[in-house]
Each structure stands twice: as structure tokens, then as C-alpha cells.
């Protein structure tokens, strides 16, 4: 199969390119320079070169291609429209990458949820994650114009890339942190709970969306999960580090932006893949 992917230089694309690669694909990533693209070729990769704003660029190649998996950006409207225009019809798939966060809250760190979402619970989302989750609507609806649009929804990821970008963003960025400053910090009161996944798990349900999810499925991926405080007690462990601290969420939104530090540090995001 010739599969044109987003984000195959990425932690989560460099992982599925990977697996697709080892299973007799052929790939065909966007890329927007020239180093980049030379580190593809060698991975094996074909370059296609540009950018999410090019929009010819990706409905041709969605066109030419047998399928399509977007992992480079799962806000990118523009990018998934054109694709989607370039694979109406075809009935052939078109995998997007979204991601647990849609099921965030305002914690801020403070408080352990007990809202557990799965592929059926609705979802209200709060008003940083409402343009989100309107695109994996959009993306689900496109299975009325022939398009086998799927979507998978990660939780936190962890593990090494098989790629050419090794580490995921969560926990090595707060374990890169704590080595700079000699202090691990977790939002707030680090009671938040994140469900996780093994990057190697994540790139296996891929595979298997490919070749046998129907039109309009939507998958969580996770395995488990943990609070903030754990996994932070953790890396100090690991990083022989005092007991993590609390990082009152306005100090952390002024290092991290105040999307990353309510959303991706902040929230819960506790989903049960069924």
C-alpha cells in the first residue's frame, strides 16, 4: 500500500512510519526542509516537500495515495480539509491523530477526577478543546462522502520512538526540567490523572485501524494510567531528586503557556478504551 503521512519525522508518525515500512509499505512524508528530508530518505521515507498550509500540495497527495495518516498536527483544519477533499469518494482511509485532552478539565493539578470517558461517553469540552473536537466531528462525518475517515485519540504516550524523533513530550520534558533546576515539579498538586500508552502499542493500533476500522470509528489508545504526582515521584526517584513540589499553575503557565500548563499538565484525562 502507498501511504502518504504527516508528521513522519515526528515521535508518534516516526513510530507508525516505522511499523508501516517493516510491514512492505511504502511511505511518502511531508516535510519542510531539506536536512529533514535528507534524515527521511535514509529512514526510508519518501519526502514530500511543504507544509499543513500547502493545500494542493495535500489533496494530491491524498489523491494519489492508497491512504493517508495525519500525525503532525490534530488542530490543523486546513490541513485536514484538504485531504479529506482529496480522498472524497475514494472510500479509502484517512487515519488522524487527536488526542485525550478533549476530555480535559480545569483542575489546574487540584483534584483527582472520577470522570472516565470511553468511546461512547459525550463530550463537552471546555473552551480550549472545542476547536478539537469539532474537527474529529468533521473528520467522523466525512464517512458520509467517502472517505474511511478514523480517528485515534492517544493518552499520554511514553516509551521510545522507533522514529527519528526519540522521546515523547510529557514525561522526558518534565524529567529535562528537573535535571536543569535540581527539582521535579508537578502542576499544581500533581492529583490530576493522565491515562497512558506505550508509543510501540500506539503504532500497532494503527496498523490494525488500517486495515480493518470501518468509516467513522473513533479509538481511545491507552493502557493504564497514573496521576502527575506519581509520575513525578517517579522521575525523582529515577533522577535521585527530593520529593517533587507543587507548581501553583500561574508560575507554570508563564514557563509552559497556559494551554499547555491547564491541558496537557494541568487537567485529567482519564478514558477506558473499550
Same mark, same amino acid.
Given at each position: 500500500m502507498?501511504? *502518504? ?12 512510519? +516505522?511499523?508501516l ?7 511518502? @512524508?511531508?516535510? +519542510? #526542509?531539506?536536512?529533514?528530508s535528507? +534524515?527521511l ?6 519526502? !514530500? ?6 493545500a494542493?500540495?495535500? $489533496?494530491a ?6 491512504? !493517508?495518516?495525519?500525525?503532525a498536527?490534530?488542530d ?6 484538504a485531504?479529506?477533499?482529496?480522498l472524497?469518494? /475514494?472510500?479509502k482511509? *484517512?487515519?488522524h491523530t487527536?488526542?485525550?485532552?478533549? !476530555?480535559a478539565?480545569d483542575?489546574h @493539578? ?7 470517558? #470511553? ?16 474537527? #474529529? +466531528?468533521?473528520i467522523?462525518?466525512?464517512s458520509?462522502r467517502?472517505v ?19 522521546? /515523547?513530550?510529557?514525561? %522526558? ?9 535540581g527539582?521535579?515539579? &508537578?502542576?499544581?498538586? @500533581?492529583?490530576n490523572?493522565?491515562?497512558?500508552v &506505550?508509543v510501540?502499542?500506539v503504532? #500497532? ?8 476500522a %470501518?468509516a467513522?470509528? *473513533?479509538?481511545f ?7 502527575y504526582?506519581a ?14 513540589? !507543587?507548581? %501553583?499553575f500561574?508560575?507554570? $503557565? ?6 499547555s500548563?491547564?491541558?496537557? *499538565?494541568?487537567?485529567?484525562s ?5
Amino acid at each position: 500500500m502507498n501511504i *502518504f503521512m504527516t508528521g513522519a519525522t515526528g515521535y508518534i508518525g516516526g513510530t507508525i512510519a +516505522r511499523r508501516l515500512l517493516d510491514d512492505g509499505h511504502k511511505v511518502r @512524508g511531508l516535510v +519542510r #526542509d531539506a536536512e529533514k528530508s535528507s +534524515r527521511l530518505a535514509a529512514f526510508g521515507v519518501e519526502s !514530500v516537500m511543504g507544509g499543513l498550509d500547502d493545500a494542493a500540495i495535500l $489533496a494530491a497527495e491524498a489523491r494519489r495515495a492508497d491512504a !493517508v495518516i495525519n500525525t503532525a498536527s490534530s488542530d490543523h483544519r486546513g490541513a485536514v480539509e484538504a485531504m479529506l477533499e482529496g480522498l472524497a469518494g /475514494s472510500q479509502k482511509p *484517512f487515519i488522524h491523530t487527536s488526542g485525550s485532552s478533549i !476530555v480535559a478539565d480545569d483542575a489546574h @493539578g487540584d483534584v483527582a477526577s472520577d470522570k472516565i470517558y #470511553d468511546e461512547d461517553t459525550p463530550i463537552e469540552p471546555v473552551l480550549g478543546k472545542q476547536a478539537r473536537v469539532a474537527i #474529529d +466531528r468533521a473528520i467522523r462525518e466525512a464517512s458520509r462522502r467517502g472517505v474511511r475517515s478514523i480517528i485515534v485519540c492517544p493518552t499520554m504516550i511514553y516509551g521510545n520512538g522507533l522514529g527519528l524523533a526519540r522521546d /515523547s513530550a510529557q514525561i %522526558p520534558g518534565l524529567a529535562k526540567r528537573a535535571k536543569a533546576s535540581g527539582v521535579v515539579r &508537578h502542576v499544581g498538586k @500533581g492529583l490530576n490523572i493522565w491515562s497512558n500508552v &506505550h508509543v510501540e502499542d500506539v503504532a #500497532d493500533l494503527y496498523r490494525l485501524a488500517l486495515a480493518k476500522a %470501518p468509516a467513522g470509528a *473513533f479509538y481511545f489508545a491507552e493502557n493504564g494510567e497514573a496521576s502527575y504526582r506519581a509520575i513525578c515521584a517517579a522521575i525523582a526517584r529515577r533522577l535521585g531528586l527530593g520529593e517533587p513540589q !507543587v507548581w %501553583p499553575f500561574e508560575e507554570a $503557565a508563564k514557563e509552559l503557556g497556559e494551554n499547555s500548563a491547564a491541558y496537557t *499538565f494541568g487537567s485529567n484525562s482519564r478514558v477506558l478504551a473499550r
